[in-house]
């Protein structure tokens, strides 16, 4: 495994295994296979409202605590001084954990300075190893970074071949701010698995597309959490430590970058609406 050094002098592993829109009761063999294939990352999220299971399978693994890296998220429905405290406290309890290695705003939207000020507390009382956000463009990372104390960790947001995020990277890692992708494989869209460029490469290398978006992740330093239910997948995604893009390879993927997010505008008013509509049992 490859690790990242985030801000603050945390290692983060570079590739892990995400949980989003694995249902609940899911979720804890999913985690389980995962961490059998040896991720150690595994991130979740309040609003995926499988935290407990998750907490379940990191329990019966017998992994040591300190080998994992686990993050969550807040939810908007949470933000604000006094409810990201009360909404950490309840993901920890979840989870079955002592404390979290990364905590996430999960969007840009609702009392989000509050909720950094709680997170600052919470990170200051070491009770989550680093804290970070999630889908801020720069302008709103630019924000937060210039009016609060602790700069972001990480900033958890859509990167794929199809959405590069390439000045956003730039933008991130001259504020100290390490990227991860949530969406490494595009949801399928774009025809991904069968992508003519992508597969070429993978024939040369002797790995299938998925593998070779991994891997242009992993050499951008990009942490990716690709997700999947079946053991054969997760093991294949694990496998891209053994083999290197070359710069044309690398330069042939970015041709792909559309500029475009391929899921939702964060920019857009319905969007914000939208999303703060979204409430989760707690």
């Not at 002098?9 to 989003?20: D, H, K």
Request: hydrophobic share 45%.
């Amino acid at each position: 495994m490859q690790y990242i050094t985030l801000n603050n002098g945390v290692r983060m592993p570079i590739l892990g295994f995400g949980v989003y829109q694995v249902p609940a009761a899911e979720t804890e063999a999913a985690v389980s296979a995962a961490l059998e294939a040896g991720y150690r990352l595994i991130d979740t999220a309040a609003a995926y409202q499988n935290e407990e299971a998750v907490g379940r399978a990191i329990a019966a693994s017998g992994i040591p605590r300190d080998e994992l890296f686990v993050t969550t998220k807040l939810w908007i429905a949470d933000a604000g001084e006094t409810r990201a405290r009360t909404a950490f406290e309840r993901s920890l309890a979840k989870l079955g954990l002592d404390y979290l290695d990364l905590y996430l705003i999960h969007q840009p939207f609702g009392d989000y300075y509050g909720s950094w000020r709680a997170m600052e507390r919470i990170n200051a009382e070491g009770l989550s190893r680093a804290i970070g956000v999630s889908n801020f463009y720069p302008d709103r990372l630019a924000d937060l970074i210039a009016h609060n104390e602790i700069v972001p960790a990480v900033n958890q947001v859509e990167t794929h071949p199809f959405n590069a995020r390439f000045t956003d990277q730039e933008y991130m890692a001259g504020k100290g701010v390490a990227i991860e992708s949530w969406g490494p494989f595009a949801e399928g869209k774009h025809g991904i698995f069968t992508h003519p460029t992508l597969t070429a490469i993978g024939e040369r290398y002797g790995k299938s597309a998925a593998q070779v978006v991994l891997r242009w992740l992993v050499q951008r330093d990009v942490v990716a959490i690709p997700k999947s239910v079946r053991p054969e997948r997760m093991a294949e995604n694990f496998d891209v430590f053994d083999f290197e893009l070359d710069d044309a390879d690398m330069a042939a993927i970015a041709t792909l970058d559309t500029g475009e997010s391929s899921f939702v505008d964060h920019h857009s008013p319905e969007t914000v609406e939208w999303l703060a509509t979204l409430k989760f049992e707690n």
